[in-house]
């Protein structure tokens, strides 16, 4: 079991929004949507683009390149360009922190 | 549904491998014939005038889907040319003498680069922009120091000039009008990308035309101009635009004006041929006139489009306009038709700025914008769908940028 690693204050994040997360050579994506975090991948799976860049649209992220769309909460893509699906990690809230469990 | 005849398509590109897809998506049983005269199967082409040129990316890197899609889904994608379409008959010919008959037929042809015609415009080291193979032979050449002519200021030569530039060459581009991108975009935007450019090196020059382009015998090129001037180079990449592929269907006695034109469901003149992509020329969601679009956005949409009344849908195409030209670190693009627009609202902050087009009735009818990609991005993306609603925002909302366009879209 990886540990969880602390992201930032939750008040980083605004609402319905997604921010960008660096760790060692990986960099992940990490949402709030309705009161509650997610955590994927950072790049988009269609193109090497951050989706830290794109929307998001209640639980949908859209990438800012070429609108692949992806449901934040189980990283499936939803229909072409993107046909890949996006890697999720456990996402949490403590202490006003945000935490994922990171590989 | 008779499934005894193939699905066929002609021209392997993005709108034919994405409507191959979208054709199995939608249900097809029977035989789907990828035709199309080049050796890969169907690639993206957003990369050519990029990544690839600067070695980012890798042709491989480019295919629309792996191969191994098309023999999981029992694609056949067939290396040559259509030569005849005999629309009575129902069938087409290959450049081999084999006929095939077909459920239903659609014509992804794409268009031909447009050549210089003056002289010397044939010689060896001037090059076009159109495919993969034409990025293999470009790339090679875009060596640091090597000085590099680039004739045509719209998206492909920009985009060209500046991956040149990333890879360390001169650059030069010329234009024959007095604005870059000529009227697709804003006069301000225009002159945005025009900084953009001259910021990072290369030398631009408006007004000016080649006149004759001559071997200097030692491998370069001798570039001679409207304006007097003369140039060396050693490689000159023509960007002057297409002309759609409409050959094949105007010797089969299609109706074809600029492109093949087709309705809003994209059938042409003739039943169960459809025509999509680069190639076609529909009408307008906006305004109900033809006009073509060549673009990834116009050729992803499409193609789904086509495929589901290839299957004998009635599904007219709906998505509104959209492109983009990513150049250095920036990204420009224009969403809707602008040029329906009466008026221009602007939003601006750091160096990117949106430009709101609103028609006579206050209606959002498109948008064009220009800055940082990272900033850009997800504004433009709601921009979009402000116009892809038609909705009616104030004009000094949508100028002022306290206020996310995020929430004119809710509140609508």
Excluded at chain 2, 29 to 47: A, D, K, N, S, T
Excluded at chain 2, 152 to 163: N, Q, R
Excluded at chain 2, 350 to 360: N, Q
Aim: charged share 25%; hydrophobic share 45%; glycine share 10%.
């Amino acid at each position: 079991m990886t540990d969880w690693v602390k992201v930032c204050p939750l008040g980083d994040i605004e609402e319905e929004d997604v921010k960008r997360f660096d760790r060692g050579e990986r960099t992940y994506a990490v949402y709030r949507v309705a009161g509650k975090v997610y955590a994927t991948d950072g790049l988009c799976t269609h193109e090497q683009v951050h989706l830290c860049d794109g929307l998001v649209m209640e639980h949908v992220i859209e990438c800012p390149m070429h609108n692949g769309r992806f449901d934040i909460r189980d990283g499936r893509a939803l229909g072409a360009p993107a046909c890949v699906n996006l890697k999720t990690y456990p996402a949490k809230v403590e202490d006003g922190f945000v935490f994922i469990q990171a590989d | 549904m008779n499934l005894a005849l193939p699905m066929v398509i002609v021209g392997a590109g993005h709108v034919g491998g994405r409507a191959a897809q979208a054709l199995r998506e939608f249900g097809w049983m029977g035989e789907i014939l990828l035709v199309g005269g080049e050796r890969h199967l169907p690639y993206e082409r957003p990369p050519l005038s990029k990544a690839l040129l600067t070695g980012e990316r890798d042709p491989a890197s480019c295919a629309l889907r792996p191969r191994e899609a098309y023999a999981a889904e029992r694609i056949t994608h067939i290396v040559e040319r259509v030569v005849a379409i005999d629309a009575p008959a129902r069938e087409i010919a290959l450049s081999g003498g084999r006929r095939i008959g077909y459920h239903a037929l659609l014509l992804a042809t794409g268009g031909h680069l447009r050549r210089l015609a003056i002289p010397g415009g044939d010689l060896h080291g001037v090059l076009g922009l159109r495919t993969l193979d034409d990025a293999a032979a470009l790339a090679p050449r875009l060596v640091p120091g090597a000085k590099i002519l680039v004739i045509g200021g719209g998206f492909i030569g920009l985009e060209v000039a500046a991956s040149a530039r990333k890879r360390g060459c001169e650059v030069s581009l010329i234009e024959a009008a007095d604005r870059l991108m000529g009227r697709a975009v804003p006069a301000s935007i225009s002159e945005r990308v025009r900084s953009l450019h001259q910021d990072r090196g290369a030398r631009l020059r408006l007004r000016t035309t080649p006149m004759e382009i001559a071997p200097l015998g030692d491998g370069r090129l001798a570039i001679a101009f409207s304006d007097g001037s003369e140039l060396a180079a050693s490689t000159v990449v023509v960007g002057v635009g297409i002309d759609p592929a409409t050959e094949l269907a105007q010797s089969a006695s299609l109706a074809v004006n600029r492109g093949i034109a087709v309705n809003a469901e994209l059938a042409t003149s003739q039943p169960d041929i459809f025509a999509a992509g680069d190639v076609a020329e529909f009408p307008s969601v906006l305004s109900g006139q033809p006009i073509c679009q060549e673009s990834w956005h116009n050729a992803e949409t499409q193609a789904r489009t086509a495929a589901r009344n290839m299957l004998g849908g009635h599904e007219a195409h709906t998505a509104l306009p959209w492109l983009w030209s990513d150049q250095y670190d920036h990204v420009l693009q224009i969403g809707g038709e602008p040029a329906l627009g009466s008026t221009i609202v602007t939003r601006a902050w750091g160096g990117s700025e949106i430009r709101f087009h609103l028609d006579g009735k206050g209606e959002l009818v498109g948008v064009s914008g220009f800055g940082a990609m990272a900033s850009m991005a997800r504004e433009f993306k709601l921009a979009r769908m402000l116009v892809d609603r038609r909705l009616r925002p104030r004009a000094d909302q949508l100028s002022d940028t306290s206020v996310p366009l995020k929430s004119l879209l809710r509140a609508a």
